[in-house]
């Protein structure tokens, strides 16, 4: 549950904490009986422009759990990650008019079980795999991303089309043998081309990729393509 602390300082309100109810914002003023109401967002914010010291008054605002957070869960986070190993998964197909977006969850390391991957890999396999994929003779009017997500165990490849994971095998696998194999200079890997350069780990990158093929891709069996129930 999540609550907003609006912090006021000169009649300017910040972003100050969170606090666990949600069903409620704090509005720090200098004073009450100076509040107007924004009509889009239903928060009032202090007009009162006179008034020398801030915090000199709480007015709580009481809010329903749906006004302040009418969110619903992902579908990345309905995924039991305590059964989930490393696979090739479908993790949503998404339609944008009459094209289908399918989002591939290349899981290489097993949730909350192994190391997860440091950031120098994951960068250099993102600006490996996503060459790859941009200059693939078949798939690279296909590709619509390649990266990592915020838990370093995963990378999500979103394809233009209605796809299967099985379909996907081959070029899973052309792929990490690519990174597996590639040595010299990474891609874009310079100041005016990356925003993080320096942040690279070939090595690393390749004995990621050449584990994910030995233990994930080659005979990988049905049960790693089907997300677990």
Known sequence: MLSLLLYHYDCLLFYH?????STKFLLFTDSPGCYTENRTSGVKVCSNKSMPHPLTHI?????SEREVFPLKKIASFTIDHIKLQPGIYVSRKDHIGTETIT????RMTSPNEEPVMNTAEVHTIEHLGATFLRNHPTFADKTVYFGPMGCRTVFYLLLAGDHKSREIVPLITEMFTFIRDFHGEVPGASPKDCGNYLDMNLSMANYLAKKYLDEVLTDIPADRLIYPE
Not at 17 to 21: A, H, I
Not at 59 to 63: D, L, V
């Open 103 to 106: 989002t591939f969850d290349l």
């Open 59 to 63: 007015q709580t605002i009481q809010r």
């Open 17 to 21: 904490s969170f606090c666990q109810d």
